[in-house]
């Protein structure tokens, strides 16, 4: 019943949330493309703003838990003796409840005046949480690193902090390297439609 289980059993509920109303969106599309659906425009429109702020706010909450995750993280390391006391399951709850509805008002608004500016906020709070997420991580590895050579010290061996560094060094990597895999093609598509909506290169991305 630790909070960090709690906010990683959010996590995968929006990343599932995400994969299951991008799959929805897609096969109404197939099935209207195809001519096995009809619907009117009035309803297809309302259709599509519901899957578009389901698919926003499951996107907004994904980052968000990350965010949160790796906070947690720094928490558990940097004060833990306080731990316990910092991070009740009463303030996780509240931090849940609060990331969710932040997530579908902030997703309500965005797809109801969808424009550019909608577009700048979402990539700047993607920014935004790939700074927090790489600063707070960095900062827990090079802590571990100093530590890991302070115990070789006195321990008298040479081989420890460089095995723990590595160790340390390949697991950030994966972390930060599967979330740029993962949201990088999405969010580089929306900096491109900010940047250069109307250039070959972009066009052909697109």
Not at 56 to 63: D, K, Q, V
Not at 121 to 131: K, P
Not at 138 to 166: C, D, E, V, W
Request: aromatic fraction near 12%; proline fraction near 2%.
């Amino acid at each position: 019943h630790s909070p960090m289980y709690y906010f990683i059993c959010c996590l995968a509920v929006s990343d599932t949330l995400v994969s299951v109303s991008n799959l929805v969106e897609t096969l109404f599309m197939l099935l209207i493309e195809h001519g096995v659906l009809v619907v009117k425009y009035n309803t297809l429109k309302h259709m599509d703003n519901v899957m578009d702020m389901l698919i926003c706010s499951s996107l907004m909450s994904s980052l968000s838990f990350l965010g949160v995750i790796a906070v947690d993280r720094y928490i558990t390391i940097f004060y833990a003796l306080r731990y316990h006391s910092i991070m009740t399951l009463q303030r996780a709850v509240i931090v849940i409840v609060m990331v969710w509805l932040a997530s579908s008002i902030s997703s309500t608004l965005f797809i109801a005046y969808e424009s550019y500016a909608v577009i700048l906020c979402v990539v700047i709070f993607f920014l935004s949480m790939v700074i927090l997420i790489m600063a707070l991580y960095i900062h827990m590895f090079t802590l571990a690193h100093q530590h890991a050579r302070r115990i070789s010290s006195l321990q008298r061996k040479q081989t420890a902090p460089h095995f723990t560094s590595m160790k340390g060094a390949i697991t950030l990597t994966i972390l930060l390297g599967v979330f740029f895999v993962c949201w990088g093609p999405f969010f580089l598509h929306l900096i491109l439609i900010l940047t250069c909506p109307r250039h070959p290169a972009c066009r052909c991305y697109f």
